[in-house]
T-cell receptor
């Protein structure tokens, strides 16, 4: 079974530029998560999708971050414009369904973003 | 709201020694608890989880953790460290509740485990 795929693996941009990250979850997984992991910290949930609907985006900085999951499969996370403090690893995870908290989330390798 | 505290950002042990990584949580409802491991330049991998039932849970690679409700703890242990255990470990909690809390993981800040020969 293929795992969660993310691209690109690394991205370096200058502040005020735009950037987009792509995630392809495990086939058949209904729930998709985007996390931000700043160096030295644990991952922080940015947004959670169930199929193509948003379940939780309470910690997404909506003035600059956006995410979509068209057709309930792949997802894209965009930052526009980027700030220095956005430098982090962006992790995508998926799980089979909205599991009431019991289930395992499967993580991709992440995209390391550096904002100069 | 739930939160997780991992005591010690760095833990160093000798190969063959006991590994103990500490995790305390706070939660307004019964929690589900997880330990994940992250190797360099990789995503997180589930080591073990506690949902209900037996409070001592066993995971992959010889790790185990015990849920102690009275102490609000979920410490991770391994009797004998191996060089391949060197990684960063994250404790996480999700709520045993409905609504938008479904599946939402709150992570601790992580503990980097170093294993010396």
């Amino acid at each position: 079974e293929a795992g969660v795929a993310q691209s690109p693996r690394y991205k370096i941009i200058e502040k005020r530029q735009s950037v987009a990250f792509w995630c392809n979850p495990i086939s058949g997984h209904a729930t998709l998560y985007w996390y931000q992991q700043i160096l030295g910290q644990g991952p922080k949930l940015l947004i959670q999708f169930q199929n193509n609907g948003v379940v939780d985006d309470s910690q997404l900085p909506k003035d600059r971050f956006s995410a979509e999951r068209l057709k309930g499969v792949d997802s894209t996370l965009k930052i526009q414009p980027a700030k220095l403090e956005d430098s982090a690893v962006y992790l995508c995870a998926s799980s089979p369904r909205l599991t009431s908290g019991r289930g395992e989330q499967f993580f991709g390798p992440g995209t390391r973003l550096t904002v100069l | 709201a739930q939160s997780v505290t991992q005591l010690g950002s760095h833990v160093s042990v000798s190969e063959g020694a006991l590994v103990l990584l500490r995790c305390n949580y706070s939660s307004s409802v019964p929690p589900y608890l997880f330990w994940y491991v992250q190797y360099p330049n990789q995503g997180l991998q589930l080591l073990l989880k506690y949902t209900t039932g037996a409070t001592l849970v066993k995971g992959i690679n010889g790790f185990e953790a015990e849920f102690k409700k009275s102490e609000t703890s979920f410490h991770l242990t391994k009797p004998s460290a191996h060089m391949s255990d060197a990684a960063e470990y994250f404790c996480a909690v999700s709520l045993n509740a409905g609504g938008t809390s479904y599946g939402k993981l709150t992570f601790g800040q992580g503990t980097i485990l170093t294993v010396h020969p």
